[in-house]
Every structure is written in C-alpha cells, then in structure tokens.
C-alpha cells in the first residue's frame, strides 16, 4: 500500500492550500478505509487534523482547524483531500494521510501512512 501526500509548500498567513493523497497498492480497495490527516509540528506529538469515513459521509475535525479545513475524498481517483483555508503560523507541519481498515479474517486493524508532505506558513 502506498500513500502518496502532495500539495505542501511555502505559503503566508491568511493563504490556501489543498494538500492530496493519492493511495495505491495491488490489493488495497480504498473504499474500504476511512482516512485521516495528521500533523506533526517541530517539538510536538502527532494530531489529528480531520478523518473521513469510507463513503464520505462522515467528517471530524481537530478543534484548531474547525471551520478553516474541509477534507473529502474522491473514491473513484483513490484519492484524499484536504483544503486549508485561513492558514496561520501555527499550522505549519508535516500532514501525513493515514488509512485505517478492517482485517475482519483475522478481525484486527490495518493502519497505513504516508510518508508526509511539509507545510510552511509565514507570518
């Protein structure tokens, strides 16, 4: 499985960016995850940023994005979005996509990253 994040760059305070991940793998069925973007910033722990459920219909939100982020996902592209808006200083990280599915064979729990794409925001 292969989770490729783009989109990251240089950017100033109040700017827009629309990061994306393109996921891959021979057996991986995309409709079958739930996905999510994650930020670590110098110094911190990893945060959650937004998740979305398999068919779109559900999102979550970490609190310091809410209503400045919106992430969404084309299943047909295999692909996960996510557009920053009102961006700040403090949302400068690295955003991972991160797929979570469902082994229910073995009934444990398949967890992916990518490698990450780094956000810069200059005041």
């Known amino acids: 499985v292969q989770l490729q994040a783009s989109g990251g760059g240089l950017v100033q305070a109040g700017g827009s960016l629309r990061l994306s991940c393109a996921a891959s793998?021979?057996?991986?069925?995309?409709?079958?995850?739930?996905m999510a973007w994650f930020r670590q910033a110098p110094g911190q722990e990893r945060e959650l940023v937004a998740a979305?459920?398999?068919?779109?219909?559900?999102?979550v939100y970490g609190d310091s994005v809410k209503g400045r982020f919106t992430i969404s996902r084309d299943n047909a592209k295999t692909t996960l979005y996510l557009q920053m808006t009102s961006l700040t200083p403090e949302d400068t990280a690295v955003y991972y996509c991160?797929?979570?599915?469902?082994?229910?064979?073995?009934?444990?729990?398949?967890?992916?990253w990518g490698r990450g794409t780094l956000v810069t925001v200059s005041s």
């Open positions: 793998g021979r057996t991986f069925r995309f409709t079958r995850y739930d």
């Open positions: 991160h797929a979570r599915g469902i082994d229910y064979s073995e009934w444990r729990s398949l967890d992916y």
């Open positions: 979305i459920r398999w068919s779109g219909g559900s999102t």
